[in-house]
């Protein structure tokens, strides 16, 4: 496993592909988030070790940051405030670090060494066999059985997922690689053969209401939308960790 980063910012392009090349070369995994509910969805789900927060796109409220780091209920990553005007800010906080937008390659990489990577906590085999067993029930709702080849592709990753929610970041890069060396088969089969499981949910699910849960379709929606790989993975392992 690697590091992980969050960069939120709405506009600058720029800034974005400095970052990116930066954490390419700290082999950091770099993700995006333009919206503030992404950006906690991904924090919690997610637990990057980094955050980086573009300040003069979107502003920061160390208020409602501090309500979250003393609540303790969630993993708490590094924040780096990235600003125009580093000396107008009045926070002192050791997990805060705020770095110019003018200059901040060098300290962007001494931040990245800095964090400690987080380690996988691993799961011990009964919550493993629990989560395969509430899994199993779920894909049996579906309609999806033994008999199709990603009914066991998608248990083993949502017990993955399960155990480090950052893998959620790197389906390409890591989990279907990994699934992939472990049955002997191309990476490309691995995600079309769990496709294949998740169009059979949609045509033949005994629980209509649960795969619309899955996909989001509403009465306004109209169409059942099919969910992604990672929709469909990500919602199974919220229901069953």
Do not use: H
């Amino acid at each position: 496993m690697c590091k992980s980063a969050l960069l939120f910012t709405k506009k600058d392009y720029s800034l974005s592909e400095a970052i990116k090349i930066i954490c390419r070369e700290k082999r950091v995994n770099l993700s995006y988030c333009l919206t503030f509910p992404e950006l906690l969805n991904n924090i919690i789900n997610s637990n990057p070790e980094i955050v980086f927060y573009d300040m003069e796109n979107v502003k920061f409220s160390y208020e409602l940051y501090k309500e979250f780091a003393d609540s303790k209920i969630f993993y708490l990553p590094r924040i780096v405030l990235l600003t125009n005007n580093p000396e107008s800010l009045n926070i002192v906080d050791s997990n805060i670090a705020i770095v110019d937008r003018k200059n901040f390659t060098d300290k962007l990489f001494n931040e990245i060494s800095s964090v400690t990577e987080k380690q996988i906590k691993k799961l011990a085999q009964d919550k493993i066999n629990e989560i395969k067993i509430k899994t199993t029930k779920i894909l049996a709702e579906l309609g999806i059985t033994t008999k199709y080849i990603g009914y066991e592709y998608i248990r083993e990753l949502v017990v993955q997922v399960a155990e480090d929610k950052r893998l959620v970041q790197s389906f390409n890069k890591k989990l279907y690689p990994k699934l992939a060396m472990k049955y002997n088969t191309p990476i490309n089969n691995v995600e079309r053969n769990i496709r294949n499981a998740i169009n059979v949910a949609s045509l033949r699910s005994k629980n209509k209401m649960l795969f619309d849960e899955i996909s989001g379709r509403t009465s306004l929606t109209g169409a059942n939308p099919i969910p992604s790989n990672k929709q469909f993975i990500t919602w199974i392992v919220d229901k069953v960790s």
